[in-house]
C-alpha cells in the first residue's frame, strides 16, 4: 500500500519545520473559521431579543453546524485554501476539529436536562480544541483563543446563567475576532 504523503504535492523529506511554514501559509493559520466563528456567534447574542428561549436552545445545538462551511465560504472569497488534504499538517488540523462531532451527543443531552448550561458546555468543549493550532501554526493567537473562550464560557456561563445566552456568545465573538487580529499580526511577522 502506498504511502498518502508520497502522492502529496510536498517532497517527502520536508522537515517539521518546512511543514509548519508552508500550512501557515496556505491556510494563513485559519483565520477564516474564526471569522466566521466569530460572527455567528455575534448572531447568537442577539438571538434571545428575538427567538424564545425553546427555540435559541435548538440553534444553539445545531446552528453550530454553519460555521465550518462559513469558514470555507470565507476562505473561497480571501483565497485562503483551508482544505489541505495532501499536507500532514492540514490532515493532523482535520483529525484534531473532527473529535468535535462527538460533542453533539453531550450537547443534546444538556439540552434535555439542563438547557441553560448550553452556553457553558459548548463554549467550554468548543474552545478547548482550538488548543493544538497553537503548535501546527506555531500561534500564539490560538492560545488566547483557547483561555479565552473557556474562561469567558466557564465565568459567564456558570455564573451568571439567566444572561449566559447574550454574555457568552457576545465574549465568544470578542474572542475570536480578537485572535484573528491577532493572526494577522502574526503573519505579518512571518518570514
Not at 469567558?152 to 454574555?167: K, V, Y
Request: glycine share 8%; charged share 10%.
Amino acid at each position: 500500500m502506498e504511502n498518502r504523503v508520497n502522492k502529496s504535492i510536498l517532497p517527502v523529506d520536508h522537515t517539521l519545520e518546512q511543514l509548519q511554514r508552508d500550512i501557515i501559509l496556505t491556510t494563513k493559520k485559519g483565520f477564516p473559521i474564526l471569522l466566521a466563528g466569530a460572527i455567528v456567534f455575534l448572531l447568537f447574542a442577539f438571538l434571545p431579543f428575538f427567538l424564545p428561549m425553546d427555540t435559541i436552545y435548538l440553534v444553539w445545538v445545531w446552528g453550530l453546524s454553519v460555521i465550518f462551511p462559513l469558514g470555507i465560504l470565507i476562505g473561497k472569497l480571501v483565497k485562503v485554501n483551508l482544505l489541505t488534504r495532501d499536507h500532514p499538517l492540514g490532515i493532523l488540523g482535520g483529525i484534531i476539529a473532527a473529535p468535535q462531532a462527538f460533542y453533539i451527543p453531550v450537547f443534546i443531552i444538556v439540552y434535555m436536562h439542563i438547557p441553560e448550561y448550553l452556553p457553558f458546555a459548548i463554549g467550554l468543549l468548543g474552545g478547548s480544541h482550538f488548543l493544538p493550532y497553537m503548535w501546527i501554526y506555531k500561534s500564539k493567537a490560538y492560545l488566547f483563543v483557547t483561555l479565552g473562550t473557556c474562561l469567558s464560557s466557564l465565568i459567564l456561563g456558570g455564573f451568571w446563567i439567566n444572561q449566559a445566552f447574550i454574555l457568552v456568545p457576545l465574549a465568544i465573538s470578542i474572542v475570536y475576532s480578537t485572535g484573528v487580529l491577532l493572526i494577522f499580526k502574526e503573519l505579518k511577522l512571518f518570514k
